[in-house]
């Protein structure tokens, strides 16, 4: 294949940055000469309110599309999660990474631990996020608890956390592994992920190109994972009949077993304070999947 000169399009966030790093080397690995061009986007800039709170979608992708269309990049790397379930007229979604721990993570104050108690942290604790799914799930587990927003990014929220802002924190457990993260003063509580369920494609990298790039999309298959890409699929697709966005207080977790059978696990919430439908779905086939799901959790 034609070795290419090729421009990554990141956030300059130290994960997004980790991110575009990795992609950056697995393609130079193949060969390619790879820059990366930062770019901010909607949610690095508007850091004062909670997702729940901020109108719209792609708040982490719309520029780096743009920066795509107007061709000042070949590809952009997303966390998948944060991506939109609606197509971008001239874009396509060429490939996805391996998948990281897919798991929440809840991470205590010294002064908050309650170890007699669910989770592990003191009655009414004060707990950041500003997810509507990780605030719906964490409501339902504890209904004394109070949950605040939190922006930033990782190592922000995670000092905010250490100064006592909070008492606790929720993370992507992904994002602590990728970065590497020394949290050895604080108490770490993983989310066992068929209860605590994870946002759709949690823990997976998205790399965006345009349609007629069809040079990049081939070189993009070379490093495309088709197993993680079937679980996404349906979790997406979920998500998409749903018509919600990363605001939705909507979990959905997929996995194949050793035998190729398909288990989907789902919470939703109508609002955050309100109790959680759970559905668990097992086929032999991903095909009806998602709507099997879907109609269970509207049932």
Not at 226 to 255: D, F, H, W
């Amino acid at each position: 294949m034609e070795k290419r000169s090729l421009t990554i399009g990141s956030r300059g966030s130290k994960l997004a940055l980790w991110q575009a790093h990795f992609v950056q080397k697995e393609l130079v690995d193949l060969g390619h000469e790879v820059e990366i061009k930062i770019i901010k986007t909607k949610g690095d800039k508007i850091q004062d309110i909670g997702f729940d709170k901020m109108e719209g979608k792609g708040f982490f992708t719309k520029e780096l599309e743009d920066a795509l269309i107007a061709e000042e990049i070949d590809l952009a790397v997303h966390s998948m999660k944060d991506m939109p379930t609606t197509a971008i007229e001239g874009l396509t979604l060429a490939g996805v990474s391996y998948r990281e721990a897919c798991e929440d993570v809840l991470l205590i104050h010294p002064n908050s631990i309650d170890a007699q108690s669910t989770l592990g942290i003191k009655n009414k604790a004060k707990v950041g996020t500003s997810s509507s799914r990780r605030k719906a799930m964490l409501l339902d587990l504890r209904k004394d608890i109070e949950v605040n927003d939190l922006r930033g990014n990782v190592p922000t929220r995670i000092e905010k956390l250490r100064s006592g802002a909070y008492d606790g924190i929720i993370l992507a457990k992904a994002g602590i592994q990728r970065l590497k993260l020394d949290l050895s003063d604080l108490t770490v509580v993983t989310l066992n992920k068929m209860e605590f369920v994870p946002a759709p494609a949690q823990g997976v990298l998205a790399y965006q190109t345009r349609t007629e790039d069809i040079p990049v999309r081939k070189i993009l298959q070379e490093i495309h994972h088709s197993e993680v890409a079937a679980c996404t699929n349906v979790e997406r697709k979920i998500l998409q009949m749903m018509e919600g966005g990363c605001q939705m207080p909507l979990g959905v977790y997929c996995e194949i077993d050793q035998m190729g059978n398909y288990h989907v696990h789902a919470a939703l919430s109508p609002n955050i304070d309100q109790p959680l439908k759970r559905v668990k779905v097992s086929s032999s086939t991903s095909f009806g999947l998602a709507e099997d799901v879907f109609n269970k959790l509207r049932d």
